[in-house]
C-alpha cells in the first residue's frame, strides 16, 4: 500500500518519529482536544436525555455544541498527525480498527441528530423529543466507546 507507506514518511510524521518531545506535545494536543470534545458533548447529551436539568437548553446548547464541534475537529486533525507515526502498526491494531468504526458510527449519529428538527426546536427552549433523547443517548455512549477504545489502543 504505497500511500500507507507515504504517511510514514511525510515531514510531520518524521518529526514524531524523531522527537520523544514533539510526539509528547501532539499527543497532550490529542488529549486537549479530546477534553474540549467530551466535555461539550456529554453534558450536552446527558441534558437532552434529561439525566441533567436545571439550565436552559437554549442558553447552554448551542454553546456546548460548537465547543464539541471545535474538539473533534481538533481531534480529527492531532489524530491523523498521531496515525501517521506509524500507519502499518495502527491498520493492524484491532482497538484502532475498533475505534475508527465507533468513531463513524458517532458521526452518523451526529447528522442524524441535526437532521431532525425537533433538535432544533429543543435549542430554541421548546420541549425535547423522545426522538431526541434517544439519540443523545446514544451519542453518549458512542463517544465514550471511542474514548475507551482510543485508550484500548496502546495496550496491544
Ligand atoms: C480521525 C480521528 C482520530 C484518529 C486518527 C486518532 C488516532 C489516534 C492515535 C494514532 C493515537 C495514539 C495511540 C497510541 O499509540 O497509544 C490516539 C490516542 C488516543 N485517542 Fe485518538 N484519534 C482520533 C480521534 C479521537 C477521538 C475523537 C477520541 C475520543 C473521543 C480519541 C481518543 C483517544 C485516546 C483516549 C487516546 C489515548 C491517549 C493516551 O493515552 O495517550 N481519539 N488517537
Given amino acids: 500500500m504505497p500511500f500507507v507507506e507515504w504517511l510514514g514518511t511525510w515531514p510531520g510524521a518524521v518529526l514524531l518519529q524523531r522527537s520523544g518531545t514533539a510526539y509528547l506535545f501532539v499527543n497532550a494536543a ?3 482536544s479530546i477534553g474540549l470534545l467530551i466535555g461539550g458533548i456529554l453534558p450536552l447529551d446527558l441534558r437532552l436525555a434529561g439525566l441533567l436539568r436545571g439550565v436552559p437548553l437554549s442558553v447552554i446548547g448551542p454553546f456546548l455544541s460548537r465547543s464539541a464541534a471545535i ?3 481538533l481531534a480529527v486533525v492531532t489524530g491523523l498527525w498521531l496515525f501517521t507515526v506509524k500507519p502499518r502498526e495502527y491498520l493492524a491494531n484491532e ?52 474514548l475507551v477504545a482510543g485508550r484500548w489502543v496502546g495496550f496491544l
Avoid: P, T
Fill in 30 to 32: 490529542h488529549i486537549v
Fill in 71 to 73: 474538539g473533534l475537529a
Fill in 95 to 146: 482497538a484502532f480498527l475498533w475505534k475508527m468504526a465507533l468513531l463513524a458510527l458517532a458521526l452518523v449519529n451526529i447528522a442524524v441528530q441535526h437532521r431532525n428538527h425537533h433538535y432544533r426546536l429543543a435549542l430554541d427552549g421548546g420541549a425535547v423529543h423522545r426522538s431526541v433523547q434517544l439519540v443523545a443517548g446514544c451519542s453518549a455512549m458512542l463517544w465514550l466507546a471511542v
